[in-house]
């Protein structure tokens, strides 16, 4: 679309498909067992949180092979260098707040993720191997664009019953997650991005949210598995 910015045009392409996973992630404060919804939830951003650096670190190394004779690869390489830095330890974040929720961190640890989480995480590593590294903006512009408000976070408060410590990683993500969209939304409209760049990103993030409202989906399916299985047991 004429007159649009690079990342103002992602943002319109990515909120064609935003509501499929604004309805999935709404089942965290309507769910009748809250309690035990946002305990999957930790576990399942843990699974997909403890990939983000890691799948910067190779994005960024591949850009750097490329960058000599590749402004985007270029202009992507300084901007995860940055990155890198501002994402480190957020998985520990979540392995302390699960601990709050009465989940070790040997228990998360030792669980298998969702093929979804594996196919969502999996696929950036295809994106950025066999396709251009610059894929990789569009699932961050998916994960750190749309950070959670202060009223969903007490809503969930209330709902759960759990203390503040449980919801000490949204909270920071609250806060943080608009400066890092803001300086993501600045090196996409300053990336010289052609076409086939622009089409790979946001069929990237518009892959993203599907994967991510199912894999919300999926968690909503394993209580009900989990809960149904205790009622089973216990008569």
């Avoid at 930790?42 to 910067?56: E, K, W, Y």
Wanted: hydrophobic fraction near 40%; include cysteine; glycine fraction near 6%.
């Amino acid at each position: 679309m004429e007159g649009l910015s690079n990342s103002q045009l992602l943002r319109r392409k990515i909120a064609l498909v935003l509501g499929e996973l604004l309805t999935a992630s709404g089942k965290l404060t309507t769910h009748p067992h809250q309690k035990e919804l946002y305990q999957e939830y930790l576990f399942t951003v843990h699974c997909i949180i403890r990939a983000s650096v890691p799948l910067m670190e190779k994005a960024y190394t591949v850009a750097q092979t490329l960058e000599a004779s590749d402004s985007v690869a270029h202009g992507l390489a300084v901007y995860l260098k940055k990155h890198i830095k501002e994402e480190m330890h957020h998985d520990d974040w979540l392995l302390d707040d699960l601990e709050v929720v009465g989940i070790r961190r040997s228990q998360v640890l030792a669980r298998l993720p969702s093929p979804t989480v594996a196919s969502l995480v999996g696929s950036q590593y295809y994106w950025i191997f066999h396709t251009h590294p610059v894929a990789l903006l569009g699932y961050i512009a998916v994960l750190e664009g749309y950070p959670p408000t202060r009223e969903f976070i007490e809503d969930l408060k209330q709902k759960t019953g759990y203390p503040d410590d449980a919801f000490r990683t949204l909270a920071k993500h609250g806060y943080l997650d608009p400066y890092h969209r803001d300086d993501l939304n600045e090196a996409i409209d300053e990336l010289p991005l052609e076409s086939q760049h622009h089409t790979l990103i946001s069929m990237n993030a518009m892959q993203t949210v599907h994967l991510g409202a199912r894999s919300f989906q999926e968690m909503v399916g394993h209580v009900q598995q989990n809960l149904g299985d205790s009622l089973h047991t216990s008569s």
